[in-house]
């Protein structure tokens, strides 16, 4: 079954009903969801600053850290592609509706129950919701958008990433110190219950808004679906969680464990579906690795993730412990990481439309965007390892350029898998892109806080995800190049 959203006509420009009002809610999606998981970082590096008991008691305190945020991304990654195709199936709308009220009310309950398994379990709850937003975003503006105006789309909804990202990194010190003084130490509650409430309200006006824009739908059972999967692929991960903890096995042996466990989960899906298709359909998530040399970009992918992650979780700690700063003043730095996202998104979007419509190549583009993304990490790194007492300035314009090409590169990849696919199952498509990206945004906080613990500096772990950018911009070799114009309207 199609869903009714990814075969209507595209939507006029202006009015509730127009694609640009769509964009603009998306948005505040993409913003929403990045502050609720990119307060973790932060509220983690004030526990190790003030001793908090669950915290306090580990030997490798970054590398936990770093777990708790890896966590999350597992649960994140394993619902991408079963929930990409109940958009599929069910509509982008009614994925989109679960996915913010499941993701405000999990954001609440974590500054509500204390305990480190009952935190951990939280992160995976929440990751598990959110992995309902990105394949059905993605559809959903591809097929209410223009052909012709598909990637800039795409670049300013996913826009509120970078404007998530900063406000988490500049607002959540604030939060934090107002928490100190309400709940002395239970500071580290504030934040959570501030973007909980918040994206819970977001939830409800959402979910008013996409039913005046498609129409009422089913929602009990893409719900019910969704928490089905999602007790079990919870429990795994939290069994696995234990079973460290237990064993007394290193933090990033978990994060490896999980990536594992999904790759498991994508090949007992394609096995299963292979059965229940019809011989002259492939049978998803088949399909989606082998329209027309998908998986290069997909593959690459992870490294996109590694450095969003690395930096989205990480780099108020890395200031702060460079610069020997405040979490405050590190964290308004850190920002302009983020905050590079807000031009990066929409003008790679539109770098990538241009160059589709010109008949130079998405691909090109591409290439040339992620090669200046893994210069400017290169040169953070040096900066980092040579300089003894850092510059605040120098350090928020070396990640200003490192966050500007990062965010380029999204929309250009996204709307280069979006040429290469069938319309029909976009979201699928989008699922397997995320899902397989996340392994990087799953495995880099843990293993970036290893090498930091086991180096004493942050300079390794910015070499590493430097490593796997220029790496990637290989990979896209591999993806056949399309150099026919695009005219005005035509399809995607």
Request: net charge positive.
């Amino acid at each position: 079954m199609t869903s009714a959203e990814q075969t209507r006509t595209p939507t006029v420009a202006g009015g509730l009903h127009g694609y640009r009002t769509l964009w603009a809610a998306l948005f505040i999606g993409w913003l929403l969801a990045y502050a609720d998981r990119s307060i973790t970082g932060p509220v983690v590096t004030w526990m190790i600053d003030n001793d908090v008991a669950f915290m306090q008691s580990a030997n490798e305190p970054h590398a936990l850290g770093g777990l708790i945020g890896s966590l999350f991304f597992a649960g994140y990654m394993l619902t991408q592609l079963p929930s990409g195709r109940l958009g599929d199936r069910y509509g982008n709308s009614a994925m989109l509706t679960i996915c913010f009220v499941w993701a405000g009310i999990a954001t609440t309950l974590n500054g509500v129950l204390s305990g480190l398994f009952a935190f951990v379990a939280l992160r995976v709850l929440t990751g598990l919701g959110e992995g309902a937003f990105y394949s059905n975003d993605r559809a959903l503006i591809i097929a209410q958008t223009p052909s012709h105006k598909r990637s800039i789309g795409l670049g300013v909804a996913i826009t509120g990433l970078a404007f998530g990202l900063t406000v988490a990194s500049v607002a959540t010190p604030w939060l934090l110190n107002i928490g100190t003084a309400l709940l002395g130490r239970g500071g580290w509650r504030f934040p959570f219950l501030f973007f909980g409430v918040i994206t819970l309200l977001f939830g409800a006006l959402l979910s008013f808004y996409l039913r005046k824009l498609f129409g009422r739908k089913q929602v009990r059972e893409p719900l019910g679906r969704l928490l089905g999967m999602s007790a079990v692929f919870g429990a795994l991960i939290m069994l696995l969680f234990w079973l460290t903890d237990a064993l007394g096995l290193p933090n990033w042996v978990s994060a490896l464990a999980e990536v594992v466990l999904a790759l498991a989960i994508v090949g007992v899906t394609q096995a299963r579906r292979r059965g229940h298709v019809q011989q002259s359909e492939p049978a998803p998530p088949r399909a989606a690795m082998q329209w027309r040399g998908t998986a290069p970009i997909y593959l690459a992918a992870i490294a996109i993730m590694w450095s969003i992650w690395l930096f989205g979780y990480w780099s108020v700690e890395i200031v702060s412990s460079a610069a020997d700063t405040s979490l405050v003043q590190a964290g308004l730095t850190a920002a302009f990481n983020a905050g590079a996202g807000m031009i990066g998104f929409p003008v790679g979007g539109w770098l990538s439309d241009v160059a589709r419509r010109r008949g130079w190549g998405r691909r090109d583009v591409l290439i040339a965007a992620t090669l200046a993304q893994g210069l400017f990490v290169l040169a953070f790194g040096l900066y980092l390892q040579h300089t003894a007492q850092p510059s605040l300035a120098l350090l928020g314009v070396l990640l200003f350029g490192t966050g500007l090409f990062l965010n380029a590169v999204q929309p250009m990849s996204q709307a280069l898998t979006a040429d290469l696919v069938p319309e029909h199952q976009h979201a699928t498509a989008f699922g397997m892109w995320n899902m397989i990206g996340e392994i990087g945004a799953l495995a880099s906080p843990v293993i970036s806080g290893t090498v930091r613990d086991a180096t004493g500096s942050w300079a390794p772990a910015v070499y590493l995800d430097a490593a796997l950018v220029l790496g990637s911009a290989l990979l896209y070799f591999a993806v056949r190049r399309d150099r026919t114009p695009l005219p005005l309207g035509a399809p995607g």
